[in-house]
């Protein structure tokens, strides 16, 4: 999927998501320019560093 509609179906701003890609801390394919994402993979990634900030932990 691509990033203007994982931002629409996760309700996210598609500049943070393309920040945090950028960043490393979102998992995503590069198709030539086109940055691509696994839905489930990006909703896991994002929990888990939920949970880690729920739990005290740095994300």
């Known amino acids: ?5 994982l931002a629409r ?3 996210i701003p598609a ?3 393309k920040e ?7 998992p995503h394919l ?4 086109r ?6 993979a990006v909703k ?4 888990a560093r939920a949970a880690g ?3 005290g932990g740095a994300a």
Not at 1 to 5: F, G, I, T, Y
Not at 20 to 26: H, K, P, Q, W
Not at 35 to 40: A, H
Request: proline share 3%; hydrophobic share 55%.
């Open 35 to 40: 940055l691509l994402f696994n839905v489930e």
């Open 44 to 47: 896991r990634c994002l929990l």
């Open 15 to 17: 500049a943070w998501l």
């Open 1 to 5: 999927m691509a990033l203007p509609a």
């Open 53 to 55: 900030d729920a739990e």
């Open 30 to 33: 590069r198709a030539g320019r």
């Open 9 to 11: 179906r996760l309700k």
């Open 20 to 26: 945090e890609t950028a960043a490393g801390r979102i």
